[in-house]
């Protein structure tokens, strides 16, 4: 009886799964400010033994491909979070609010000169400016873009 539930529940994470893939990949890609914006598809563990697909933003500068949340990144730009941070382990990227930072954190010393209404996009290790600055028209299209898709 168990199995047969795990089972069914696996068969309908797929589904959904291969819906949500399908409804990403008819959402345009975004660029501006020298970054690239794509709506893609995360997996997240979801309880012992399960994974639980999610959108997903896959952002890209010059030199590096990372990928946040997309609730996560929708959250930012409506100002409910400050920070967000990129899934998996390398390299670490975190899209802030300028005044986001605490007063004595190093992203405070590289966006303590940025206008409060944008969002840096910074690499770690953080050792100078932000590689991206999204500001003005760039910051309210991105932010358009982002809410133009659902979770």
């Known amino acids: 009886m168990f199995e047969r539930r795990r089972e069914a529940r696996a068969e309908a ?5 291969a819906a ?6 008819t959402v345009p890609p ?4 020298g970054l690239t914006a794509t709506a893609v598809t995360t997996s997240v563990r979801r309880g012992l033994r399960g994974r639980q697909a999610l959108a997903a933003v896959e ?9 946040l949340r997309h609730d996560e990144v929708v ?5 409910r979070q400050g920070i967000v941070d990129s899934v998996g382990d390398d390299p670490l990227v975190h899209l802030a609010w300028a005044r986001a930072a605490a007063p004595s954190s190093v992203v405070a010393e590289v966006t303590g ?8 996009f910074l690499v770690t290790p953080i050792d100078g400016a932000p590689e991206v600055v999204l500001a003005g028209d760039d910051l309210a299209s991105f932010t358009a873009w982002v809410q133009s898709f659902g979770s």
Do not use: M
């Not at 975004?30 to 400010?33: E, P, T, Y």
């Open 113 to 120: 000169h940025l206008p409060d209404r944008s969002i840096a």
């Open 13 to 17: 994470d797929q589904t959904e799964a």
């Open 59 to 67: 952002l890209s500068d010059a030199t590096v491909r990372v990928v």
């Open 30 to 33: 975004w660029s501006g400010a």
């Open 20 to 25: 949500l893939e399908r409804s990403v990949a």
């Open 75 to 79: 959250d930012l730009v409506a100002e």
